[in-house]
């Protein structure tokens, strides 16, 4: 097609138009390319391969740090250790960007470039979704660290594995029993408008009900909220508790906001430290959390009666007692979350040795071998606590931790037990085709 | 600029096609499976081209009608069990049906108040998608069962997860959609696009309704966006908000500055090249992203009409 006067001839178009485009373009690829994967040298076959799906760009790139560095003490430590059946451990790394359709992209890469024997490590739960199908066309072993519920809903394949950490609904109705006893039973919610908050606002009321409390509202942010004060009139005056699990860069102007709002005179607060990852809990505007509870996976901050399993979790990991990296206390961990890395990765271990794992040949024998285990004991390999695993939604279950804000920093007041967290199976995984 | 004698056109076209069934059983295994996911995604770059290229009209909200298509498709075999062709047709009509609305709407603008209409409502959209989280998955989006993503041909049955299969479903779709592109561009309406393009009053003046042209080619634009994302889900197996929200409107304007807009192989290129660029030079350094930028300025700076579009201007005049 003719093309006369040059409308896309950018060199004709004068300096604005050309600087607007080059922007644009750049802008463009910057704004695209976190999810674009890189090569990694080729490997030999000796070493079990694991492929580790991590978020280093885009939203969860603070995740994703934290989650390397745990990868890489546990390894450390297993391979000290004399490997998995004798054979060390060597970890591929391969950005995500945080982007399920570059998930995808990646779990096929280590699929077919890289031949790793299985995938691990990812979190955001759109990219455990947006990856799933890939892992189980390639007959994938994909085992996340997540904490969504996708995988214990049955909803992805056979080749989803989350045995590392316990999943949201869990961690919820876990948290309803303290809550309903030692907060108060007339509870309002305030959660952002996307799935994580979805799942607040569907598990908890049932769970609340169930210990003879009640969510009296429910409050929806938009994603995009700058400013949270014209939200508070809604919660209605008889709240006894505000259940609060904001997330994102929003999260110091919530709590200020709802410091301004309230003064000294305010409801009990409850939280997901989810809201507070990476973040410093003494950071300027977070003030008004003293005192208030949150829930934990795995204490950030040293307890007194930490086992000796936790210490030298932590000192293999690099945190310091208050949950910041050794020598930066600013850099501060996403303690909460990234045992599930540790754990898992010696999950996948025992699994392997069970299955007499030898190469991508063994990988239904590694599925099933998974499947079968039931459960974990406390320990080196599994700091966090002891769980238990159920092979037929590849969930495990474990224990909770309620922290509690005082003198800047978060004490440990509750732990509940496994039992808390147990819900009735919502499928069958084993009953797929490996 | 010479006209090509349409045997030249269509022979080159049909060799870019017979090239890439080629590389279907030479390629390795991983970039077998890219270059899949590459022709799907070209025909979403084609799509926009054929708005953007010949008819100038700059969108900014084309992600809306690939989610269209992807949703259509998805949602009908997850919610409703439909078959592969079927959902690939509710796809289809989705994105038609959405262009249509959009179109009608939106033309009633042009230059930059275009671009912002349509993203807008391609933020609407994405905002919709959020908002009915029960049926669409919200934010983490919804997996579209393996069991379901099987083609039945008669007595045939071809599971879309073969990765041969998946190959040659996406190269059926880049050819069909790069031959139809040609047969429009090459025909008396693509020639009215190009006027359009060219001097709308002009256009006018010569007795032609340019709106209902300009709203003819968003219709085409939007349902061949809607094929490349009802492909996708069907292909690949999700559906998800990622894919409506403006990163993935800026995409497709990408790839076809890159390859070079207004030329029917433009798109194919771009992506490729986008793809690649990336691929290859994260292999090498973790600021991968700065070499991109930089090559996309190179890119900008000496190939000012894109790839294909600079050959076109310089060698090969004849280049449809």
Known sequence: MTDKNGFFDLSKTGLTRRTALKGLAAGAGLAVAPGFVRYSQAQSSAPIKIGFQSHRTGIGAAYGRWYERTT??????????????????????????????????????????????????????????????????????????????????????????????????????????????????????????????????????????????????????????????????????????????????????????????????????????????????????????????????????????????????????????????????????????????????????????????????????????????????????????????????????????????????????????????????????????? | MKEASPAKAYALHLGVIALLFALSFVLPEYHHGLLARIMVLAVFAMGYNMLFGYVGLLSLGHAMFFSAGLYGAGLAVIHLGWSVPAAFAAGLACGALLALVIGVLALRTSGVAFMIVTMMFAQVFYLIILYFAAWTGGDQGLVVPQSARVLVLGDTSLGLTNPTVRYMSALVLFSIVLLVALVIVRSRYGRVLVAIRENEERTKMLGYDTFSNKLAAVVVSGTICAASGAAYALLFGYVGSTFASVQYSILPLLWVLLGGAATTLGPLIGTLFMYYVVDITSGYTSAYLLIVGIALILLVLFFPRGILGTIRQRWLGWLP
């Open chain 1, 72 to 434: 890489a003490a546990a390894v450390k430590a297993i391979n000290e250790a004399g490997g998995i059946n004798g054979r060390p451990v060597e970890v591929i790394i391969e950005d995500d960007g945080t982007d399920p359709g570059r998930g995808a992209e990646v779990v096929g890469k280590f699929a077919t470039q890289h031949k790793t024997d299985i995938v691990y490590g990812t979190l955001f739960s759109h990219v455990v979704i947006g990856s799933a199908p890939a892992a189980g066309e390639a007959k994938m072993p994909y085992f996340v660290v997540s904490e969504g519920h996708h995988v214990a809903s049955t909803k992805l394949n056979r080749y989803v594995f989350q045995p590392g950490i316990t999943d949201v609904k869990s961690q919820i109705q876990a948290m309803a029993p303290w809550i309903a006893a030692n907060a108060g039973k007339k509870v309002t919610q305030i959660f952002p408008d996307f799935a994580f908050g979805y799942d607040h606002r569907d598990y908890l009321p049932p769970a609340l009900k169930a210990q003879g409390a009640e969510v009296i509202a429910q409050i929806a942010i938009p994603p995009t909220e700058s400013s949270f004060t014209k939200y508070f009139p809604q919660i209605p005056a008889e709240t006894e508790v505000i259940y609060h699990v904001m997330v994102g860069p929003a999260v110091l102007t919530f709590v200020k906001e709802l410091g301004e709002f309230y003064g000294s005179n305010r409801p009990q607060l409850f939280g997901f430290i989810d809201s507070l990852e990476a973040t410093d809990i003494n950071s300027p505007g977070l003030e008004f959390l003293d005192g208030s509870h949150f829930w934990e996976g795995s204490p950030r901050y040293a307890q007194p009666d930490d086992s000796a399993a936790q210490k030298a979790y932590r000192a293999a990991v690099g945190i310091d007692d208050n949950g910041a990296a050794v020598g930066d206390p600013k850099d501060v961990s996403t303690a909460a979350h990234m045992f599930g890395c540790w754990e898992t990765l010696y999950v996948v271990k025992k699994a392997m040795e069970d299955a007499g794992y030898k190469g991508p040949e063994d990988r239904a024998k590694l599925v099933e071998a998974t499947e079968a285990l039931t459960e974990f004991a406390e320990g080196p390999e599994h700091p966090q606590g002891p769980k238990t695993f159920n092979g037929k939604i590849h969930q495990c279950f474990g224990i909770q931790n309620i922290s509690k804000v005082e003198g800047g920093r978060l004490n440990v007041v509750h732990k509940t037990k496994i039992e808390d967290g147990l819900y009735e199976p919502e499928g069958d995984y084993t009953t797929q085709p490996l």
